[in-house]
């Protein structure tokens, strides 16, 4: 009896560890961006010397983790919504949607140990924004732009992204934070994803207001950051870009899919179709409502069996104790 209840105490302690956390104990954390002048990924800031990007382009960054721990992590991408009152980077974006750099690229600090031959990657889309800003949601940003926007790993899987959590006021400085879980099959994973730099034309044109994009921000640089791998406090990085590297704006779907050539029927109350090239103003901006974050389903699986095993061991126990004593 004694030696069941051991194997059953041993096999719960396993679970236990199962469902914890791996942590990045002596690991490294190294962000860069890609330097669209330079042609080369920047470890430290983008300025007008470096990079020049359109309103509604997208900016490149990768992130290298090593020292790993294999298993289950969280790190947090976090990104200035606005900056000084101006809309910045008003959505997150795949990494390769603008430029097309190397990620194995020698140039900058996040040089994955894992180069110059990645495996294959895979990829997890960011949850869509339904936040309002002055009359307008990102959710139709997101359209007006029609980009890709999925966050890219070489190393691991991700396993859920949460829904962007916005901070701050919008009229002065605030922020947005994705929490991102992942796996990782060995001790380095190299992420990718991209900033979408915010369009005039839809901040806050599209609501009649005026011109509020990127390329508005003056004085003050805004951030991209990636924070708290697994909780830890001094895994930081920042990257930040200079309102001199803004230069023009891309017209509407430019990165993404064009939209029907066709006239569509007239809307409600008989309106007629928009003239071909025409913009309308969006007045009543729609808004998704999405599911909060997808559950870990592997993560799942070692809690339940921990309980089916405390619940077998209390049945265990109750039995023998009413099993009477061998003479």
């Not at 000084?84 to 750099?101: E, I, M, N, R």
């Not at 890219?152 to 947005?176: D, L, M, Q, Y």
């Not at 895994?235 to 704006?249: C, F, H, L, M, Y």
């Not at 809690?303 to 061998?326: E, H």
């Amino acid at each position: 009896m004694g030696a069941t209840i051991a194997v059953v105490l041993v096999a719960m302690l396993v679970l236990v560890q199962q469902a914890t956390p791996a942590r990045a104990a002596g690991g490294s954390v190294n962000l860069d961006q890609w330097a669209s002048l330079d042609l080369a990924w920047q470890n430290g800031n983008l300025n007008g010397n470096n990079a020049r990007y359109p309103e509604g382009g997208i900016v490149p960054f990768r992130l290298a983790i090593e020292g790993l721990a294999s298993g289950r992590h969280t790190i947090h991408i976090n990104y200035d919504f606005t900056a000084g009152g101006h809309k910045a980077y008003d959505f997150l974006a795949t990494w390769s949607g603008w430029a097309h750099p190397n990620p194995c690229g020698t140039s900058g600090g996040g040089i994955s140990s894992m180069c110059p031959s990645l495996p294959l990657s895979t990829s997890f889309a960011f949850p869509t924004d339904p936040f309002v800003a002055n009359g307008l949601s990102v959710n139709t940003a997101e359209v007006y732009s029609g980009v890709a926007r999925r966050l890219t790993i070489w190393g691991g899987t991700i396993t859920s992204i949460s829904r962007a959590v916005h901070s701050g006021s919008v009229n002065g400085n605030s922020t947005a934070d994705y929490l991102v879980t992942f796996r990782s099959i060995g001790p380095a994973v190299l992420l990718a994803w991209g900033g979408h730099l915010a369009q005039s034309a839809f901040w806050d044109t599209a609501a009649g207001g005026s011109r509020d994009g990127a390329g508005e921000v003056s004085g003050a640089p805004w951030h991209m950051r990636t924070l708290q791998l697994d909780n830890s406090d001094n895994k930081n990085q920042d990257r930040s870009i200079q309102p001199s590297a803004i230069v023009g704006e891309l017209p509407p779907f430019a990165l993404g899919p064009k939209p029907p050539t066709t006239p569509p029927p007239p809307g409600p109350g008989g309106n007629p179709p928009a003239a071909p090239g025409h913009r309308p103003k969006v007045t009543s901006p729609p808004t998704t409502t999405i599911a909060g974050p997808a559950a870990d389903a592997a993560d799942a699986i070692p809690g339940a069996l921990v309980f089916l095993a405390i619940a077998g061991l209390a049945s265990l126990i109750a039995t023998s104790r009413r099993r009477p004593a061998r003479r």
